[in-house]
């Protein structure tokens, strides 16, 4: 169960670094690209320490996915677009639940 929660972790983090690339090709926005990368490199940091042992991975994993959340939500209010703020939301939703149910698996 723990390489379920890595592997959301590792392909959110991934799509992050993506959307950020997508977003300054399309945009030229440069705090999408930053963010993307900044924010895929910490998922991917913490899906690695995760992978080996470390619980302070799962817990920055975890921490980054839902605060992209509350910033995609955000940026949906604020501009009532749905792409990419809602998909990205709802993945991260979808990577959070992972990431906590591997993690209340683990404690068995």
Known sequence: MMQLGIGSAIAYGVLAILGGILGYAQARSQASLISGLVSGALLLLGAWLWQQGLPAGAGLALGVSL??????????????????????????????????????????
């Open 67 to 108: 605060a992209l959340v509350i910033v995609f939500l955000r940026r949906w209010q604020q501009t009532r677009q749905a792409r990419p703020a809602l998909p990205m939301a709802g993945l991260g939703v979808l990577a959070s639940v992972a990431m906590v149910m591997a993690l209340m698996a683990g404690r068995n």
